[in-house]
């Protein structure tokens, strides 16, 4: 099954820190193949024998020790499913005003997201959140926001990145 991992807190500061060709490696050493990544904040397309995303999310979660790396999370979605987000495109055409944003939240929330005076959520779904912000906003970070009010691991993406990534596929 191709699926693509998004790797939570990885290559942001001093710690998680790792070349993409570690990772690489790593993975196809584990019995992952065609494996790709995408810039350097631990985006990984791979093709997988498993066909159970949370499985292979677990699993990849289990070797980030070996890179020297510590509480990272690992959201695990299947081609289709990026598919179907991709086609979606809550955003629609915002003039380049807004700086548009997926999170992809490693296990469904089991609350709804509050409002938040910055942070316009476009669209909420049990593993993502769309959103967008201002681009004068400086001091508003999505994912913070979204894992201290639906208290879920996340990661989030520029959605340009996600669209450039799935074009890779």
């Known amino acids: 099954m191709r699926c693509a991992a998004f790797l939570r807190a990885v290559n942001a500061g001093k710690f998680n820190s790792f070349r993409m060709e570690d990772l690489r490696a790593l993975l196809r050493a584990e019995g992952f193949e065609d494996v790709r990544t995408y810039l350097q904040t631990g985006n990984v397309w791979f093709q997988s024998g498993e066909a159970d995303p949370e499985a292979i999310a ?16 690992v959201m695990v979605r299947t081609e289709e499913h990026l598919r ?23 296990e469904p929330a ?3 997201l509050p409002a ?6 476009v669209l909420a779904r049990p593993g993502e ?4 912000l201002d ?8 994912n913070a926001f979204i894992e201290s009010r639906l208290k879920v691991r996340a990661t989030t993406r520029f959605w340009n990145v996600v669209q450039e990534m799935y074009g890779l596929s």
């Not at 677990?58 to 999370?73: H, K, N, Q, T, Y």
């Not at 086609?87 to 005003?97: E, H, N, Q, V, Y």
């Not at 938040?116 to 959520?121: G, P, S």
């Open 58 to 73: 677990r699993r990849i979660e289990a070797l980030m020790p070996a890179l020297g790396c510590r509480d990272v999370a």
């Open 84 to 106: 179907e987000l991709v086609g979606l495109d809550p955003f629609g055409a915002d003039g380049g005003t807004h700086c548009r944003f997926i999170t992809f939240l490693r």
């Open 110 to 112: 089991a609350a709804a």
């Open 116 to 121: 938040h005076r910055e942070l316009e959520v």
């Open 129 to 132: 959140v769309f959103s967008r």
């Open 135 to 142: 681009k004068n906003v400086r001091n508003v970070s999505p």
